[in-house]
């Protein structure tokens, strides 16, 4: 990347993060009620716990971004 990294790059960054996540999150639920339809149920529970983890990483990323506008402006 060779763009200067400023307050709105950073936020666009950090905004498609989260929405590249939620793509993720939906496709692990949708996976893992397969997984335990077909019976894999210890795969099925990892699956959902990989999900929560990257909901965790989408609420540090919000903070993150939430935090670019509770501090002052660089360059």
């Known amino acids: 990347m060779t763009e200067e990294l400023n307050h709105d790059n950073l936020s666009h960054l950090i905004e498609h993060w989260i929405e590249h996540n939620d793509s993720h999150i939906k496709s692990f639920k949708e996976w893992a009620e397969k997984a ?4 894999f149920l210890e795969a099925s529970e990892d699956i959902l ?3 929560s983890k990257v909901e965790e990483s989408n609420k540090l990323l919000d903070k993150a971004r939430e935090g670019l506008f509770h501090t002052h402006n660089h360059k």
Do not use: F, L, M, S
């Open 36 to 39: 335990k339809k077909d019976g």
């Open 49 to 51: 716990e990989a999900a």
